[in-house]
């Protein structure tokens, strides 16, 4: 199974990040590889989380895959959960953390490990899913800067 981990801080609010992430419908804008991604279903439980059904689409060159996915949402605590439901994996599984260092500082964890059902599919997408998923955080920074503006740099 493929492993990708990174924390990384950005000069973003915790909250302002957990919603970028949130926004789902928004991804095929910036993620890398992300095609197309519907939310079937959205549903609030009683402890307070949220969860979504998604299908997303990912493309790279010839070659176009859609999986569903479960998300959950929990606000309150400032982490996403994505659960595999169908699709071209074996496993997947991602995680996000969104920690708080500071006023409009913080730590975004992210943690992702997905196995392909089909050894071909994992030979031609592989390499290619772990060099954007290594983008990812990268992505995220520079939308959260677009959205809501470049942070200022404290003078020296």
């Known amino acids: ?30 993620v ?13 439980k009683p402890d307070g989380t949220e969860v979504l ?3 997303m689409t990912v493309s790279f060159k010839l070659v176009k895959e859609s999986f ?3 998300v959950t949402l929990d606000r309150a605590n400032l982490k ?7 699709g071209p994996f074996r496993n997947l599984e991602n995680r996000w953390t969104f920690e708080p260092k500071g006023e409009g500082v913080c ?3 992210f943690f992702l ?9 994992a030979m031609l997408m592989g390499s290619m899913f772990d060099a954007a998923f290594a983008r990812f955080s990268t992505a995220f920074e520079k939308r959260a800067d677009a959205i809501y503006g470049r942070p200022k740099l404290a003078p020296t």
């Open 1 to 30: 199974m493929h492993r990708v981990s990174s924390k990384h801080r950005v000069n973003h609010s915790a909250s302002e990040m957990f919603d970028l992430v949130a926004d789902v419908e928004r991804y095929p804008e910036f």
């Open 32 to 44: 890398p590889l992300c095609s197309a991604l519907k939310v079937r279903q959205r549903m609030a």
């Open 53 to 55: 059904v998604a299908d």
């Open 68 to 70: 569903t996915s479960r």
């Open 80 to 86: 996403i959960l994505v659960e595999y439901l169908q």
């Open 107 to 109: 730590d975004v964890g």
């Open 113 to 121: 490990a997905y196995e392909f059902k089909s050894r071909m599919l």
